[in-house]
């Protein structure tokens, strides 16, 4: 079993509609993070959380949300979808002290808005 | 804000061939690390580098902390077919700020790798 996992692994929502994409982990990491992934742009920071009382936007946070329900499980959600959202979205983790920019990613979930 | 410049951004070679690709930045960085992505499937974490100087190799793969702090390479010698995929390097710099000692990575674009059978 993968040690973060996402679902779903596909979706294709339409305009306007609410989305939520769920991450868990089995790492017992205290920080977890989500990317997005566009061809060309890389990965992009959209939300992280180091506990789970801390939540902090990325650089690209707008039209976001995230909730982060346990140390094990992070969700993303998407408001009101639109077409420039479609991507494909990596849920992240890293340990807390040490080595903790070792970040370990799910196998992603890939998003299309229509 | 902070950039890291990856290069080159695709390579086409032969199997058996070396490769060598690298990241600068312009600022220091503390941390260099560099991931593999297959299709499909998210990054994973290849070699990590924790000291301006460092050379650390995983198999076929060897990567090196620039003495400078604001670049890295890794070579990957006598590929093989399943080399094949986007690397990308990824670097860090400690914030200091209301979480502390946080630290947060930032994404060269990748370079893609195709080899030739």
């Not at chain 1, 973060?4 to 993070?33: A, W």
């Not at chain 2, 198999?59 to 010698?77: E, P, Y």
């Not at chain 2, 670097?91 to 630290?103: C, D, F, K, L, Y």
Request: net charge neutral; charged share 20%; glycine share 10%.
């Amino acid at each position: 079993d993968a040690d973060v996992t996402q679902t779903p692994r596909n979706r294709i929502t339409k305009t306007g509609k609410r989305i939520m994409l769920e991450c868990s982990q089995t790492k017992g990491h205290d920080r977890m993070y989500w990317y997005r992934q566009d061809p060309g742009l890389g990965l992009r920071l959209i939300y992280y959380s180091f506990d789970v009382k801390d939540i902090n936007k990325g650089e690209i946070s707008d039209g976001y949300s995230v909730s982060r329900q346990a140390q094990a499980k992070f969700s993303l959600s998407l408001e009101s979808a639109i077409p420039n959202q479609t991507a494909l979205y990596f849920c992240a983790t890293s340990v807390r002290k040490g080595r903790d920019t070792e970040a370990f990613f799910g196998q992603g979930t890939r998003l299309t808005v229509v | 804000g902070q950039q890291l410049n990856q290069s080159p951004q695709s390579m086409f070679i032969q199997e058996g061939e070396d490769v060598s690709m690298n990241c600068t930045s312009s600022s220091i960085f503390n941390t260099w690390l560099w991931y593999k992505q297959d299709p499909g499937e998210g990054p994973v974490l290849l070699i990590a580098l924790y000291k301006a100087g460092e050379l650390t190799s995983n198999g076929r793969l060897t990567a090196q902390f620039g003495i400078t702090r604001k670049d890295s390479f890794l070579n990957i010698s006598a590929s093989i077919p399943s080399d094949v995929g986007i690397y990308f390097c990824a670097g860090s710099t400690p914030e200091i700020g209301e979480a502390g000692n946080n630290r947060k990575l930032i994404w060269g674009l990748g370079t893609s790798l195709a080899v030739n059978p």
